[in-house]
Nanobody
Framework: QVTLVESGGGTVQAGGSLRLSCEVS????????LGWFRQIPGKEREWVAC????????YYSPSVKGRFAFSQDGGQTMPLLQMSDLGPEDTAMYYC???????????????????WGRGTQVTVSS
């Protein structure tokens, strides 16, 4: 059984930073791609970023490129999403998703993933 648990959300002022993590169990590291999406009420789920654990490649949506980045601390096998220079437009519920994809091929589409976490709220005040 594959489970995903997000953490790291919270409330920050504009210009601040947060770091999100997604604990994945049921997939061996190196076999899955990790996607991050965000959603505000009444809107479609928006793709944010994708990390391929097989080839370590990263992909970002234009709206966050240059501000968000994946990192791995030391020997950890849990890629972290570092979010910097946050603005009110980044306020949303953030979800991680995992699936066996070829790299991150197709990973910007929610339908590519069968496994999702429950989300963590990020709120940015102006």
């Amino acid at each position: 059984q594959v489970t995903l648990v997000e953490s790291g959300g919270g409330t920050v002022q504009a210009g601040g930073s947060l770091r999100l993590s997604c604990e994945v169990s049921g997939f061996h590291y190196g076999s899955y791609s990790l996607g991050w999406f965000r959603q505000i009420p009444g809107k479609e789920r928006e793709w944010v970023a994708c990390f391929s654990t097989s080839n370590q490649r990263t992909y970002y949506s234009p709206s966050v490129k240059g501000r968000f980045a994946f990192s791995q601390d030391g020997g950890q096998t849990m890629p972290l999403l570092q979010m910097s220079d946050l603005g009110p437009e980044d306020t949303a519920m953030y979800y991680c998703a995992a699936e066996r994809l070829r790299g991150c091929s197709g990973g910007s589409h929610p339908g590519a993933y069968n496994h999702w976490g429950r989300g963590t709220q990020v709120t940015v005040s102006s």
